[in-house]
């Protein structure tokens, strides 16, 4: 961490064997108190600088310790830079231990460009629901060919149950996930098995529920509003230092629990007018440290703008992050698999726009969107494919569908198997969520544990109100009930049934392809050809690089469908659905194609991939 | 106009010999009236499209004609896109003439590098107080050497008084200013003297009196709010229709009216999160017509963000603006000058700011600012300075003062024929404001004549407020007594005092001067050397192009100062403002600089140009 951290790290710092030293920001507060509440109870008086930092240093006191500040109003409050809440987000903030022994010296972090992420909830993802759990379940990752786990966040949240973006403690890991040390454990353990480590974190809003903040200093906004709740002061009087509590945070989960990348919650949400955005600093600042530590350590947007501003280099105008989700690409798969037109998929639809996307990364780059009821987007320019982060679920989009039903739930198997291909081979990054890769078929479902009675009836009402013009056999689950969150735990069984293990084989041998074929490793969009045929059921994306060229057909046709192409020259067949290895029903595409017309019937969502080298 | 035009002005067309087409946008509307009342009185029916436009063509109809729009629920409104509101913001819409008798054809517009601004508003340049008691006093203003008048808001407001800023009809000139016709005999009559016509523009909100655009459509948001009002819809759903509004009046004003360029208000209050700002796209469409009828249009924006990404051409990323107003120099120039540090003052001070500003454009390219207590600004890297428009006084600088003093109200003579120096030989687009030149007295104060008396009373609140903190002998003046129009009004007395003749001709031989010395003509900033001298009173700015040099000296003392410089070649004086032909002390620098050191002293506000050829 910067030298400088003492300053800006706006919260307590980190103990040494001389004592702990603390530090809060409160500009409007002239005497601030520290409160030891454990192992001794006494109060301490704070000294103030001239921004409004308030410091002291405490001789003797060691990890375990527990404090709040106490305001002048006689408020005690958690440290807003808490680094643990044994009690959860209203109670005292603990003094932890930094002595960490890493196993990962030589860990260099992954080219932005290798990875392929897989995105999971440490609550669900194991029966303990916590950091030391996912450890044993790395190997089999990394045997099917995954290079990134994305934890959604685990900054501290009410109770135990909850996606992460209620987080309050930006700087606390979840208690109840095993907090700092287990999460130290959990990347050290993805590093010295070659995986790296993605964190979920939230700069746009705080949770509604234990979020103090607004005692302290002027964080927080009214100019401005977020879909849930008051905005982030990021350039009003005094935001110089509300940026800096969220910078000097990604350079703590990066520099100190060694972290390899963020992902960045909802950026459209961060609004900020000034000339040198809060995304721009926060992305130099993380190139900085890269730089600086010899290590790959990256921003990966979530927006919901389309504007490639965001992800150009900022010699070229842009904010300089590194990559960013592209929901276009989720939602056209999604339409073409399911058929649905509702709500944000109303627009969507057609081969030909998965095509246009395979082209440019964004579908929309200023067509009129009926969803959004304006023109949406901009163009992509030069941009190569791995700024685009695509999937064909994640936790939102399984998550915010009223049952939290998955596509395993959905979808036949041969289309899941298309699914997998479609993804796995696009010129973009791709990420899978958890369970997909096998089929599971527990559903995802929003699920919270707040504490305050009011706040858990204002979620269900608004659950209940979000979904008020669909009809469904059954009620709306419970966000606050424990089913809720039990039912979105992965099932994981013991013999997986014939058709999950041949889908793991499918997404293992695309993720293979995708590594082992050099046109899938060339992120050059102008290298990507794409065109539709037989009334735009069935796509073929032609892939090459320096010689090396793939081919890839795919129909999105429930039926099977004749499919006429003329061919060039030779290709061999590496990949074919149908085929019995994974459990095709046979009716396979020949093993060489030779140049002139090739005539054929392709099976339901067939997908196949021949490659030719130079 | 572009052909489309029609589709997209979104109100009434212009009359043809065969009739008069009406077209206005009210998308919620399913059964818009036409409701002429002058000649006849008679209701029409108009046809609805799949966009919520509503067209109708009456024949016969002719220009003097009045109309209302009616509403389902009976309110019968003028049309949002009127041209002309005889009877002001309340009454009847007029259909006018646009058979106007050009005599400019030849005119291709002057390129924006060569500008020099005079803004005036037209109300008060003159005793009467219209467009046309304008065209006498060009060829003064051609003799002086500015090359554009800049028209401040002519968009129709209420009553008779206002200084533009409350205008509710974008498309419709000031009725009491003499309406469109006038305002075309303006231009015609500048473009054939070879002055050009910028005129300001609103874009950022409406007047809050006569302003009825909410009724028809969703013009506006409640997302966002603006320091004047509600905010207006250029990024929510259907915000299409209200940029083509708006875009469409710039092309109009271009293209109809013949206008050379606008400036475009406050452009930090357009609120826009698309991944295509507004403001790209009007860049985009001035452009587009610039090209295509051969000639120069341009659109400055007046921002408070100190954004370089506003002027950077898009492709480096930025917005495409041509150019933007530079409130930092005028600011530290201010308060150099008057040793003022009140409000936005505060954090501007020393003759080393003005030599950065001066080298940058921006003085606030990331640093802190106590007036904003937070970082402001960035970098503006290898803009040219004709990017950067800059003054000594403009409307808002003076008027928003208490009592609209100008600089000629509070500063030795001496002093302002240093003004005059400074930002004429500034390697930005300098902008004079009227009267200026030859030390107008009259104050320039804040004036409105609203109908409404709650919202006169609000104003007249307002504005107390704004100068609660502020001592005065005397009351506030009141904004709505016509007195504080009349005393805003020019003196422009028929025998000029001596000093008034004298800054006159200053200002004329500063003009000169940049026309005609090539270092002046030169805005690659980093051709531009500034260093500052004795305790930072004094400034030494060397500029130079291809060999030609030029070198100006100005002190910000106003006692006399020892200055020792070293001189390393020949320099010929080409302006001392103490020589007697500028009614200076006759303390005058040697009329030739030879190699050496140079030791003199400088008379208070002493500005000195000497230059030397290749």
């Not at 910078?247 to 949400?269: G, S």
């Not at 509702?342 to 969107?369: D, H, I, M, N």
């Not at 069984?493 to 490793?521: C, D, G, S, W």
């Amino acid at each position: 961490m910067a030298t400088d951290s003492h300053h800006s790290l706006g919260g307590r710092e980190l103990p040494s064997r001389d004592g702990c030293s603390f530090r809060v920001w409160a500009p409007t507060v002239e005497r601030m108190q520290l409160h030891v509440v454990d192992p001794i109870d006494r109060l301490f008086t704070m000294e103030r600088d001239e921004d409004g930092y308030h410091s002291l240093i405490i001789e003797g006191l060691t990890s375990g310790a527990r404090y709040f500040y106490r305001l002048p109003n006689g408020n005690e409050r958690p440290d807003p830079a808490s680094q643990s809440q044994p009690e959860g987000v209203h109670g005292a903030s603990e003094i932890i231990r930094t002595d960490f022994e890493w196993h990962d010296e030589e860990w260099r972090g992954i080219p932005l460009p290798d990875s392929i992420f897989y995105e999971l909830h440490v609550g669900t993802f194991t029966d303990e629901g916590t950091f030391e759990a996912v450890i044993p379940h790395l190997d089999e990752l990394r045997e099917l060919g995954v290079t990134a786990i994305e934890l959604m966040p685990v900054a501290q949240f009410p109770g135990s149950r909850n996606w992460g973006y209620d987080g309050a403690y930006p700087y606390a890991a979840q208690n109840s996930y095993g907090g700092a040390d287990g999460l130290r454990h959990l990347v050290d353990a993805c590093h010295t098995r070659g995986l790296a480590v993605v964190l979920d974190v939230v700069y746009n809003h705080l949770g509604p529920e234990g979020n103090y903040l607004g005692e302290f200093a002027p964080y927080f906004t009214d100019r401005y509003k977020t879909p849930w709740g008051v905005a982030l002061n990021f350039d009003g009087p005094q935001s110089d230092h509300v940026r800096r509590y969220f910078i000097d945070n990604a350079i703590v989960w990066l520099d100190q629990f060694h972290i390899d990348a963020l992902r960045l919650d909802a950026v459209h949400a961060i609004v900020d007018h000034t000339a040198r955005p809060f995304l721009e600093e926060l992305a130099d600042a993380v190139h900085e440290l890269s730089r600086s530590n010899g290590k790959s350590k990256f921003t990966i947007a979530e927006s919901d703008l389309n504007d490639p501003r965001l992800i150009r280099p900022t010699e070229k105008g842009g904010y300089g992050l590194d990559s960013q989700w592209c929901d276009d690409f989720h939602h056209v798969l999604h339409v073409l698999l399911t058929g649905e037109q509702r709500g944000y998929y109303a627009g969507y639809q057609g081969v030909e726009q998965l095509a246009l996307t395979l082209k440019s990364g964004f579908l929309f780059t200023g067509q009129y969107s009926t969803y959004r009821q304006r023109r949406y987007g901009a163009k992509t320019g030069d941009l190569p494919g791995w700024k685009f982060v695509v999937c064909s679920q994640n936790h939102d989009q399984v998550g915010n569908r009223m049952t939290g039903d998955r596509l395993a739930a959905q979808l036949s198997f041969p289309a899941l198997k298309l699914t997998a291909g479609i993804t796995l081979l696009s010129p973009f990054l791709p990420l899978l969520f958890m369970g997909e890769e096998y089929g599971e078929t527990a559903p995802f479902r929003y699920f919270t544990s707040h504490s305050d009675e009011p706040l858990i009836e204002a979620v269900r009402r608004g659950r209940a109100e979000e979904f008020a013009a669909f009809t469904w056999d059954g009620e709306i689950p419970d966000p606050h009930a424990e089913s809720t969150f039990e039912a979105s735990r992965l099932n994981r069984t013991a013999a997986p049934a014939p058709e999950q293990k041949a889908l793991r084989a499918t997404y293992r041998e695309m993720i293979h392809l995708r590594k082992t074929l050099n046109p899938f490793r060339d992120f050059d969009l102008a290298n990507v050809e794409v065109v539709t045929f037989a009334s735009e059921r069935v796509l073929m994306m032609r892939r090459h690089s320096q010689g090396d060229e793939a081919l890839v057909v795919a129909s999105f046709s429930s039926d099977p469908i004749v499919f006429h192409a003329a061919i060039a020259s030779s290709w061999h067949r590496r990949f074919d659905s149908e085929s019995p290895q994974w459990l095709g029903t046979g009716s396979t595409l020949p093993e060489t194609l030779l140049p002139g017309e090739l005539q054929t019937t392709l099976a339901p969502w067939h997908f196949v991939v021949y490659a030719k080298a130079k």
